[in-house]
């Protein structure tokens, strides 16, 4: 298994632009989230996903769409980037079954001048 | 907000156990104690979990207070490779998992 897979690992954004980064997993979970982490800051949850089709929001969306169209692929999408935005994001996955342990992906590292 | 408190930072010598401490005084029945652990430049990985007795697996043990208001994660015998980001969580099936800003371990050579 692959585990949680997300790209790209880099990017760099122009203020205004979109993009989307992408997140699969490979482990069949129906629970899906994605974190962003700023310069010495602990984790903040943006969107979550509970299963395909189903999607909520965390502590900080704002500027942020998300999908579940398959178990598979979470996708996160900045609609119109700003500086505010440069961080390191992390999507997770877990079963929908205890303990509800959560796996993490290696992160895209955004950085919007 | 987060649902548990943990001190910003420790420091432990090398080789010598380290006890990190974890309040959750709002945790519901149905909470797993879940903690995780960030090293640098890297995404958080699992640790250990735990619902109402001590654990212990391979890479460190569990304590939970009787209550359950409380638990202890602890690294009986710390290296340098464990400095890092220790994070303590609540978790339950579908409920949004919450990052606090978890404890920065620090071990002295």
């Known amino acids: 298994n692959a585990g949680v897979t997300q790209t790209p690992k880099f990017q760099v954004l122009k203020t205004g632009q979109s993009m989307t980064l992408q997140c699969a997993q490979d482990?069949?979970?129906?629970?899906m989230s994605w974190y962003r982490q700023d310069p010495g800051m602990g984790l903040r949850l943006i969107h979550y996903?509970?299963?395909?089709?189903?999607?909520d929001q965390g502590e900080v969306p704002n500027g942020y769409n998300v999908s579940r169209s398959t178990t598979e692929d979470f996708p996160l999408r900045l609609l119109s980037a700003a500086p505010s935005q440069t961080s390191v994001y992390f999507c997770?996955?877990?079963?929908?079954?205890?303990?509800?342990?959560?796996?993490f992906g290696p992160g895209t590292r955004l950085t919007v001048t | 907000d987060a649902k548990t408190t943990q001190p910003n930072s420790m420091e432990s010598n090398e080789e010598e156990p380290v006890h990190l401490p974890c309040n959750h005084s709002?945790?519901?029945?149905?909470?797993?104690i879940h903690w995780y652990r960030q090293l640098p430049s890297q995404g958080p990985e699992y640790v250990i979990h735990?619902?109402?007795s001590n654990v212990n697996n391979r890479m460190a043990s569990l304590a939970i207070a009787e209550d359950r208001k409380s638990s202890t994660l602890i690294l009986h015998r710390a290296t340098l490779r464990d400095a890092a980001v220790y994070y303590c969580?609540?978790?339950?099936?579908?409920?949004?998992?919450?990052f606090g800003k978890g404890t920065r371990l620090h071990i002295l050579p």
């Open positions: 997770a996955s877990r079963q929908d079954r205890a303990p509800y342990e959560q796996y």
């Open positions: 482990m069949n979970h129906e629970y």
């Open positions: 996903s509970v299963g395909a089709g189903i999607t």
């Open positions: 709002t945790i519901s029945g149905t909470d797993y």
């Open positions: 735990g619902l109402t």
């Open positions: 969580i609540l978790s339950y099936r579908d409920d949004k998992i919450i």
